[in-house]
C-alpha cells in the first residue's frame, strides 16, 4: 500500500470519527467547555439564586428586564471580563459583559455561598427614568 493510500485511509477514518462524534454529542455541546474558567464561573451563576440592590432593581425596571431573564442568559450570551473581576476577594465579584436586547450591558455581580448579588448595572442604553437619586 502506497504513503497516499494509507493517508488517505486515515484521513477518512478520522473524518468519520469526528462525524460519530458530533452526532453522539450534539445535545451535550457544552461537555467539551465546561473545564474553562468563563464557563465554570457563568454555572455556578445560572444555579444560585439572584438578588438586586434597589438601584439595580431600579434600573432592570429601566431596561425592561428581570433578575430571571438576566440569570436565563447567562449561558448563552455572557462572557466574564476577568480583568475587571475579583474573584480572589471575599465576596467573589466577577464583571459580566451581556447582549441584552441587541444591547451591550456591564453587570457587576458579588458571588455568595448560596446567591449572587447584582451590584452594579451599565448599560449602552439610556435610561428611560431617573434611578442616579438611589446611590447611596
Known sequence: MSLFKRFRSYIIGVLLGILMVMIIFKD?????????PENRVLLELSEKKI???PKTACVLNC????????QDNFLTA??????KSNP?????????IQEIGG???QLM???LDSSVT????KSEQSLKCDCQTLIK
Open 109 to 111: 455581580v458579588n458571588v
Open 63 to 70: 431596561i425592561g428586564k428581570t433578575e430571571k431573564e438576566i
Open 28 to 36: 451535550k455541546a457544552n461537555l467539551f467547555t465546561s473545564w474553562l
Open 118 to 121: 447584582l451590584q452594579e448595572i
Open 78 to 83: 455572557t462572557s466574564v471580563e476577568f480583568s
Open 51 to 53: 438578588t438586586t440592590t
Open 103 to 105: 444591547v451591550k450591558t
Open 88 to 96: 480572589q476577594a471575599t465576596p467573589r465579584e466577577y464583571c459580566l
